[in-house]
């Protein structure tokens, strides 16, 4: 172990977790590949794509370009953590479903920790406003349509 690294205690999911971590070590890897959390995906690794957006202490973050240490102390929010107690889908989640906004799938957890963040912060007033904020997650299958529609959805029952 580098004596270089540095102690995280983070809350990831509703759940504490601690770790040592290089100081060069991505979030995005730390989720992924330490934590077990697949559901977010790495696209470019060069914060382009959005695949791999996350909350960060509330916030909409792109995990590639997220250093681990930055989650000291904070809530880290995945896909893995958005589905109800019960298991059920999330309204969003359920919206992607109702709307086919997805076809291979590689970008929606991304998708949906953004179109969450989008409802939060209030940016849903219209189809231009939510593709707006959603421009930062690239849909390589073209699934905008659905997408745009199933964020309104889900503001709608926000
Ligand atoms: S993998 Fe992070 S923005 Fe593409
Ligand atoms: S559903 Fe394939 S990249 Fe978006």
């Known amino acids: 172990?580098?004596?270089?690294?540095?102690?995280?205690?983070?809350?990831?999911?509703?759940e504490a977790v601690r770790l040592r971590v290089d100081p060069r070590e991505s979030l995005l890897d730390v989720l992924r590949e330490r934590l077990g959390l697949t559901g977010t995906k790495k696209g470019c690794d060069q914060g382009h794509c959005g695949a791999c957006t996350v909350h960060l202490a509330g916030r909409r973050v792109v995990s590639c370009l997220t250093p681990a240490v930055q989650a000291d102390g904070r809530d880290v929010t995945t896909i893995e953590g958005v589905a109800g107690?019960?298991?059920?889908?999330?309204?969003?989640?359920?919206?992607?479903?109702d709307h086919d906004a997805l076809q291979c799938g590689y970008c929606t957890p991304g998708q949906i920790m953004s179109g969450l963040a989008c409802i939060a912060e209030g940016h849903t007033r219209d189809d231009d406003e939510i593709r707006e904020y959603l421009s930062g997650n690239l849909c390589r299958c073209g699934a905008y349509a659905g997408i745009v529609a199933a964020v309104r959805q889900a503001a709608g029952e926000a």
């Open 1 to 14: 172990m580098s004596t270089s690294e540095i102690n995280v205690e983070a809350t990831v999911n509703g």
């Open 85 to 97: 107690p019960d298991g059920g889908l999330h309204p969003l989640q359920q919206a992607f479903v």
